[in-house]
């Protein structure tokens, strides 16, 4: 398991970008994984820890009722082992998605998550895979008393391979209870993201639900 603080800090270092090919060839898969590559919601301007991640959206269809947001910039970094990734973090239809209403943390904290797990792996100079588990200082919000995540893997969105010969892994994050993070400990992570699997029957991805119960 990892541990994140809760803001980022900044490094005087090059900074790790996709060329324009590379993320063309990502919003592709996207596209044929998940659904249309729509808008770029969050764009990068800080590039913290030295590397270039935006957020894009795949928006809500009659087919997939949820919003996907999906990092694009993450798998430019090579972790210990060659590993790369990208995340992605599922919201509900009817979850705020303008500036402003992401000015209150009870509507930003998700994008908070994904963007301080996308940088993890840089400040903490480790890596991530599924099933791996991080905490944080407290929880995200003061609507919800979830603290950490885990990471998913997803049968129709696991991984692709760039034309450059990048294998970029694409890890869904699953906010976690404390309760939950130390029945990783007790049980191991996998026993959990079992228990996660349950709560979500029928559903094929695991959106953001900040008063969901517990798994276990």
Known sequence: MGTVSRNCRKMNSPVLCYTP?????????ISNSVGPCGDIVQYDKKNLFGIHIDIVAVWPRP????????TIGA?????PGGKRAEYMITLPKEWP??????????NFWPIRLLQNASRFPIGASTKLNWFHVLTFEGPFSVDTLQCGCIFMPLPFFK???????????????????????????????????????????????FPVSPQRALCL
Not at 75 to 79: D, F, I, K, P, T
Not at 97 to 106: F, G, I
Not at 167 to 194: H, M
């Open 21 to 29: 090919e590379e993320i063309i060839e990502f919003q592709n898969h």
């Open 75 to 79: 798998g430019a970094y090579s972790m």
């Open 97 to 106: 998605m303008d500036v402003k209403s992401w000015r209150d943390e009870r």
């Open 63 to 70: 087919e997939d009722p949820y919003i996907h947001l999906i």
């Open 159 to 205: 991984k692709v391979q760039l034309s450059s010969g990048k294998v970029v892994k694409i890890l869904q994050i699953v906010p976690l209870y404390q309760r939950e993070i130390d029945q990783c400990y007790n049980l191991g992570n996998k026993q959990v993201a079992s228990a996660i699997k349950a709560i979500f029957a029928g559903v094929y991805c």
